[in-house]
C-alpha cells in the first residue's frame, strides 16, 4: 500500500493550439454569451468535450486525443457563434 503513495501521476498533455482571431473573437462571444466548451479528461491520453449552454451540460459522445481536442473546441466555439450571432437569432 505504501508504494501507491510513492508513484508518480501521469501528467495529462493536450498538445498545443494556435487559435486564428476569428476563432479567439468566437470563443469570448460564446463565454459572454453563457455557452462554455471545455475538455473532459477520459484519461491522460483521450478527451471528451462538455458543451454547457444555459446551464444544462452535454458531453461528445467522440474521445479526441492530443492536439485534435483544441482544434475541435475551436470548431464548437464557432458553430455556436455563427449559429446564433451571425444568423442574427
Not at 486525443?65 to 449559429?83: A, F, S
Request: contains cysteine; glycine residues 4%.
Amino acid at each position: 500500500m505504501a508504494a501507491a503513495w510513492h508513484k508518480k501521476n501521469k501528467e495529462a498533455s493536450m498538445g498545443s493550439y494556435q487559435a486564428t482571431d476569428e476563432e479567439v473573437k468566437a470563443r469570448l462571444w460564446c463565454i459572454r454569451n453563457g455557452i462554455y466548451i471545455s475538455p473532459f479528461a477520459k484519461s491522460t491520453a483521450e478527451w471528451y468535450i462538455d458543451i454547457t449552454i444555459n446551464g444544462k451540460t452535454n458531453r461528445s459522445p467522440y474521445v479526441y486525443i492530443k492536439d485534435m481536442i483544441w482544434q475541435k473546441i475551436y470548431e464548437y466555439y464557432k458553430y455556436y457563434y455563427e449559429k446564433y450571432f451571425r444568423d442574427g437569432k
